[in-house]
C-alpha cells in the first residue's frame, strides 16, 4: 500500500503576532494540510524587517502591510504583490489612554507603533496630523517591535499615553479600562479606500513554482472562509491565542468581521492609493503605479486590467 504523500513544509509569513488569525484557524482545521501543506505562521515583527526577510529569502510567502511593501518593492527588493490579506482596508486603531480628553492634550505624549516605517507609523502619521498636529514635533513615536504584543500592559503602566494597534489589542484594552478606541484607519476623515495588508512571494519562488504559490492562496481563502461561516471558532481561537476573554475575542471579531475580504482580491484602486500616500509621505522617491508591485498571473479573471 503506498505510503501518505509527504506535506510540503511552509513557513507563512506575518508582521506581528495579531495577523494571519485566519490562516492560524486554517491550520487548526486541517485546511492547509489538505492541500498538501505544513503551514506554520513566522512572526517577524515590523514592516521594514519582514520585508527583508522576504528579500533574502528568508521568508518567501505570507503578509504584511502596503506602505512597507511599497516602499521595499520600489527600492528593489525582491517580492511582488500576489493578493489580498482578510484586513484589505486600514483595520488600525487609533487607542488613548484613558484621562486623556482630545488630541490636542496629545502634544508632548509617547504614541507606540510596531516599528519606524511599519504601516502602525504611516498611518500614525494621516491620523494625527488629520487632527493638527506635526508627528515629527508634537508627538514621540515609540517603535515597540518585539515588545508589540505588550502594548496594553505600556500604555496601562504609563509607558505609552496612545498606541496604534490591531484586533484582539483594541478590545481586550477596552475590556480593562486601560484605553478609549478614538479612530480606525478606515474611517472617511483617513484611509477609506486603502488596500491595506497585502500577500507576497518572493520572485525567485514565483517563477521557480507558481502552482505552490497558487495553493498558499488557495488554502487562505479557504480559510478565509471557514472562519467566516464559523464564527465561534475563530473566537475561541483568538481567545486561546492571545489571552483574552471570549467576550473581548467576539468584540474584536464583530468589528473587524463586515470589512473582511475573504477571496484574496486586490482593490487595485486601492493599492494606487497606498501607494500615492507613500510618495506624498516620503516614503517613495518617486509616484509608482499599482501595477508595478504586482504579478498579475495570481490576480481573478483579469483584474489587473480593470
Known amino acids: 500500500m503506498a505510503g501518505k504523500k509527504a506535506l510540503r513544509t511552509v513557513q507563512y509569513g506575518a508582521p506581528t503576532d495579531k495577523c494571519a488569525i485566519t490562516v492560524r484557524l486554517g491550520v487548526e482545521k486541517g485546511i492547509f494540510e489538505a492541500e498538501g501543506l505544513d503551514l506554520s505562521v513566522q512572526v517577524v515583527f515590523g514592516g521594514p524587517e519582514i520585508a527583508a526577510a522576504y528579500d533574502s529569502g528568508d521568508l518567501e510567502i505570507g503578509e ?7 516602499n521595499a518593492i520600489a527600492a528593489g ?19 488613548v489612554r484613558k484621562g486623556i480628553d482630545e488630541y490636542a492634550a496629545l502634544k508632548g505624549k509617547r504614541v507606540g507603533v510596531l516599528g519606524i516605517g511599519s504601516c502602525s507609523d504611516w498611518i500614525t502619521r494621516k491620523v494625527v496630523d488629520h ?7 508634537d508627538i514621540e513615536i515609540v517603535p515597540l517591535l518585539g515588545d508589540y504584543p505588550r502594548v496594553v500592559d505600556l500604555v496601562a503602566d504609563g509607558t505609552l499615553d496612545a498606541c496604534m494597534i490591531t484586533e484582539p489589542s483594541v478590545a481586550i484594552g477596552e475590556e480593562r479600562g486601560v ?3 478614538w479612530a480606525a484607519g478606515f474611517e472617511d476623515a483617513y484611509l477609506p479606500d486603502y488596500q491595506w495588508i497585502v500577500r507576497v512571494a518572493r520572485d525567485e519562488l514565483i517563477e521557480r513554482d507558481p502552482e505552490f504559490v497558487r495553493t498558499v492562496l488557495r488554502g487562505c481563502q479557504k480559510s478565509a472562509h471557514y472562519a467566516a461561516t464559523h464564527t465561534d471558532e475563530w473566537v475561541k481561537l483568538a481567545a486561546r491565542q492571545y489571552g483574552a476573554s471570549e467576550t473581548a475575542a467576539r468584540r474584536a471579531v464583530d468589528r473587524e468581521r463586515p470589512h473582511f475580504e475573504l477571496d484574496c482580491r486586490l482593490d ?12 506624498t509621505l516620503g516614503g517613495i522617491k518617486s509616484p509608482i503605479r499599482a501595477e508595478e508591485l504586482v504579478d498579475p498571473r495570481f490576480l481573478p479573471d483579469g483584474q489587473i486590467a480593470a
Open 64 to 70: 504584511f502591510g502596503s506602505p512597507p511593501a511599497i
Open 77 to 95: 527588493k525582491r517580492f511582488k504583490i500576489v493578493g489580498s490579506g482578510c484586513r484589505q482596508r486600514a483595520h488600525l486603531y487609533f487607542c
Open 131 to 137: 487632527h493638527g498636529l506635526n508627528p515629527d514635533r
Open 179 to 181: 484605553l478609549d478606541f
Open 268 to 279: 487595485m484602486q486601492g493599492l494606487q492609493a497606498a501607494a500615492d500616500l507613500q510618495y
